[in-house]
């Protein structure tokens, strides 16, 4: 079955009934049901695509929630290009993209440097079993950016971590780690954990079902940027293994707590604790060296991916040669008598070192060298200008939203507005609906700006995010203007 052969329901008469259920006003409810019907209307190739692999297709990656109140809306855009800040959807509609692969495209889509070097590995072949042959080249671009002594590289983010935290376990030879609540380290069971907040004792409990207990008995899981966090560490050092931290993670953008990061260091240094910064989503974005350079904190290990591959699946694990080794056997040379002495742990994967993700890798970290620090100055300045104008923006307007960046990722400063169903959190699920009416491609309410963004793109979604609070406010989502 295609997408042309499913017909959508025409009438709306459910919707109108599940509407008079939900306590909404009249003037909400007809507000909305309009806007459903339009949406809908718009995209509708991406709707109907969505509704007939579904018996077949099990997914619901970067949907949010289920909401029964935007049913009919539960569907994810079908993208058919991009070019730039742009993407072109399946019915025609152009958006400014700001979702931005969830953090890969800090160049924007299809950058030039990155699209003919892949075709240039295309022509070659794909070789995986033998060495590609750029390997060396990127594990010695990454250690030079970055300021890491050794790496080795996986397929994804989550790999990544997993892995480096299997590498902690080996080295310091305990079993227990630190991660901190609202952190997100991929969908490995290891980290799929969240705080026992009903035992109010650092316990903690499986994220999801199938996440076994097993799983979380050695992980404690704390409050990020909390001094009391580091008491508890201290209380626990003899077992801990490691301090798995996203320096700034991309629910809550506005916590940037960089004294916090430099007692974490002292500490695990202290208690020989491997310090781990997932830089899945600051590496390679704040700086050329990540948050490590930004905060001047240096890590053992850290993990990269999403900017780095360019687009293509990649996950790095870097670290110092004390913790690297775990995965070769440590550093040795032909015709002397060294050999690799130390112990290793296990460490593999089939598309590991895949030729494209290390072409991209390549044409990714060249280009950053050769552009050198102003790159990141003044995308980074850009995103803080488009903060600052959007802040003002809902101040003027009496709206309870504040935003924040970090670098070019920018998202909500309070995590309140995007969690359950309340007025708010409904009025900034709608707002996310009518971005998109209006061409703004967004996950939530956060997304990336990238060096291809214009000023014309800033200003665009500037008006759009305007203009969407004055028809959520005739809708009567959002309270009148508070007059002067
Ligand atoms: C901080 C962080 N760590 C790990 C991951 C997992 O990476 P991947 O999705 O490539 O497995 C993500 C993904 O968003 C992330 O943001």
């Given at each position: ?167 902690a376990r080996a080295v310091t030879g305990r079993n227990k780690i630190v ?225 924040a960046n970090f670098g070019s990722l920018f998202g909500s400063a309070s ?70």
């Amino acid at each position: 079955m295609n997408a042309q052969q499913v017909t959508l329901p025409q009438n709306l008469d459910n919707l109108t009934k599940l509407l008079a259920t939900t306590g909404l006003t009249n003037q909400q409810q007809k507000y909305l049901r309009d806007f459903i019907n339009r949406y809908s209307d718009r995209t509708k190739t991406s709707k109907q695509i969505s509704q007939s692999s579904r018996p077949f297709l099990a997914d619901d990656k970067n949907l949010g929630e289920f909401n029964l109140l935007f049913k009919e809306m539960y569907y994810p855009i079908v993208a058919n290009r991009s070019c730039g800040s742009k993407i072109w959807d399946v019915d025609g509609n152009e958006y400014v993209d700001v979702m931005m692969g969830l953090g890969i495209n800090l160049f924007g889509h299809n950058p030039s440097f990155i699209k003919d070097a892949l075709i240039t590995q295309l022509d070659k072949g794909i070789q995986i079993g033998p060495q590609s042959e750029l390997v060396g080249e990127v594990a010695e671009l990454v250690s030079q950016l970055t300021g890491m002594e050794r790496v080795c590289f996986s397929n994804t983010g989550t790999e990544a971590v997993m892995s480096a935290i299997r590498i902690a376990r080996a080295v310091t030879g305990r079993n227990k780690i630190v991660i901190f609540s609202g952190s997100y380290h991929g969908h490995f069971d290891g980290t799929l954990i969240k705080a026992n907040k009903a035992e109010n004792n650092y316990s903690a409990l499986p994220l999801a079902p199938g996440v076994i207990p097993n799983f979380v008995n050695d992980v404690l899981v704390l409050d990020y940027g909390n001094p009391e966090s580091l008491e508890i560490i201290k209380t626990h050092q003899q077992e801990l293994a490691a301090v798995l931290v996203v320096p700034v993670q991309t629910s809550r953008p506005a916590l940037q707590p960089k004294e916090f990061l430099h007692q974490l260091r002292e500490l695990t240094q202290a208690f020989n604790i491997a310090l781990i910064f997932d830089e899945m989503v600051t590496g390679f974005r704040i700086l050329p060296g990540g948050a490590q350079a930004y905060f001047g904190v240096k890590a053992d290990i850290a993990t990269y991916g999403k900017i780095v591959g360019g687009g293509i699946p990649i996950g790095v694990i870097a670290g110092k040669s004390k913790y690297m080794d775990a995965i070769d056997g440590g550093m040795w040379n032909y015709g002397d008598d060294s050999y690799p002495q130390t112990q290793k742990t296990f460490f593999a994967g089939t598309f590991c070192k895949h030729p494209l993700a290390m072409t991209a890798a390549k044409a990714v970290l060249k280009y950053l060298q050769s552009e050198g620090p102003s790159l990141h100055q003044k995308l980074n300045e850009r995103t803080t200008q488009f903060v600052i104008a959007l802040n003002n923006y809902f101040a003027a307007e009496g709206l309870p939203l504040q935003m924040a960046n970090f670098g070019s990722l920018f998202g909500s400063a309070s995590l309140e507005l995007s969690e359950g169903n309340s007025a708010a959190s409904v009025a900034m699920g709608l707002l996310k609906y009518h971005l998109l009416d209006k061409g703004v491609h967004l996950l939530g309410v956060s997304g990336y700006l990238s060096t291809a963004h214009t000023d014309e793109d800033i200003n665009y979604i500037l008006q759009a995010v305007k203009d969407s609070v004055e028809q959520l406010r005739s809708g009567g989502f959002l309270p009148p203007r508070a007059s002067v």
